[in-house]
Nanobody, 124 residues
Framework: QVQLVESGGGLVQPGGSLKLSCVTSGFTLDYYAMGWFRQAPGKEREGVSCINNSGVMTYYADTVKGRFTISRDNAKNTVYLQMNTLKPEDTAVYYC?????????????????WGQGTQVTVSS
């Protein structure tokens, strides 16, 4: 069955960096766009970034543009989210997901599969 397993979350100081990974299984990653969502306590879920199946097209929410970079390695069945210059407002649970579409202008399409989430906490 389809599985998405995130890792790489943790506690980091403001201005620091983290790299999230999402290992996928149960489907052919080459055929699908992938994305990252996040949800902070008391806030709605936000589509952060997505990447098309070949990796040549990406989308970023305005809140993370210029700081986060999404990438993928289809041979390793893995999607990444490099997060730099982290801010306290980036604190959230981050979810890897398989959106129905990913366009340059966003937002991410609704997702049919989700990972379990990984906690990112930005605090001094």
């Amino acid at each position: 069955q389809v599985q998405l397993v995130e890792s790489g979350g943790g506690l980091v100081q403001p201005g620091g960096s983290l790299k999230l990974s999402c290992v996928t299984s149960g489907f052919t990653l080459d055929y699908y766009a992938m994305g990252w969502f996040r949800q902070a306590p008391g806030k709605e879920r936000e589509g952060v970034s997505c990447i098309n199946n070949s990796g040549v097209m990406t989308y970023y929410a305005d809140t993370v543009k210029g700081r986060f970079t999404i990438s993928r390695d289809n041979a390793k069945n893995t999607v990444y989210l490099q997060m730099n210059t982290l801010k306290p407002e980036d604190t959230a649970v981050y979810y890897c997901a398989r959106p129905s579409y990913c366009s340059e202008d966003g937002p991410l399409g609704p997702a049919d599969y989700w990972g379990q989430g990984t906690q990112v906490t930005v605090s001094s």
